[in-house]
Antibody, heavy 119, light 109 residues
Framework: QITLKESGPTLVKPTQTLSLTCTFS??????????VGWIRQPPGKALEWLAL???????RYSPSLKSRLTITKDTSKNQVDLTMTNMDPVDRGTYFC???????????WGQGTLVTVSS | QTVVIQEPSVTVSPGGTVTLTCASS?????????PNWFQQKPGQAPRALIY???NKHSWTPARFSGSLLGGKAALTLSGVQPEDEADYYC?????????FGGGTKLTVL
């Protein structure tokens, strides 16, 4: 059974750095072709793809957010971390992590975690 | 930045057939963009439906199908059920990055 779960702060202040962790089970991020990514969704708005890390540690970022994002993995802990710097109220939303295998993008998703940015 | 374009809203009658489309501001969508389709119901995480244009996941109902149509990716629902009312998102692959469309709100009425 494949599961993913996001964790992190529910509230951050403007200009602070957000750190989120995706903890997964049922698959290994050391398996060829596997990747884990992050997606966010402002309340009532569309999904937005953020970043992805592959089994071989290759990393990809949304061009519009690349300067603010860092994605890392700890294969031994089955975790993928995402940091986003200089948080702003417009960054409020639900942050999801999801697994991909090859071109089977985001086949399994976490439940999401709601992040609010406010002073 | 490339924009992925979907119809904002579509209405279909129960039992009917509807096609949702996914276009790219960069030009025609081909299989090389690996179109994926997702369904999202209120308060839930998205659920994957279709990958690489037309491939179904093991849990995808048979009434859902994906294709390329007139330079766009397309998701067709045949024999629409009330429970298909949801938001539908496509993604396209651009050289390592994924881009989501703005989503289509499907109303079954």
């Amino acid at each position: 059974q494949i599961t993913l779960k996001e964790s992190g702060p529910t509230l951050v202040k403007p200009t602070q750095t957000l750190s989120l962790t995706c903890t997964f089970s049922g698959f290994s991020l050391s398996t060829n072709g596997v990747s884990v990514g992050w997606i966010r969704q402002p309340p009532g708005k569309a999904l937005e793809w953020l970043a992805l890390i592959y089994w071989d540690d290759d990393k990809r970022y949304s061009p519009s957010l690349k300067s603010r994002l860092t994605i890392t993995k700890d294969t031994s802990k089955n975790q993928v971390d995402l940091t986003m710097t200089n948080m702003d109220p417009v960054d409020r939303g639900t942050y999801f992590c999801a697994r991909s295998v090859g071109s089977r993008w985001m086949d399994y998703w976490g439940q999401g975690t709601l992040v609010t940015v406010s002073s | 930045q490339t924009v992925v374009i979907q119809e904002p809203s579509v209405t279909v009658s129960p039992g009917g057939t509807v096609t949702l489309t996914c276009a790219s501001s960069a030009g025609a969508v081909t299989s090389g963009f690996y179109p994926n389709w997702f369904q999202q119901k209120p308060g839930q995480a998205p659920r994957a439906l279709i990958y690489s244009t037309s491939n179904k996941h093991s849990w995808t109902p048979a009434r859902f199908s994906g294709s390329l149509l007139g330079g766009k990716a397309a998701l067709t629902l045949s024999g629409v059920q009330p429970e298909d009312e949801a938001d539908y998102y496509c993604t396209l692959y651009y050289g390592g990055a994924q881009v989501f469309g703005g989503g289509t709100k499907l109303t079954v009425l």
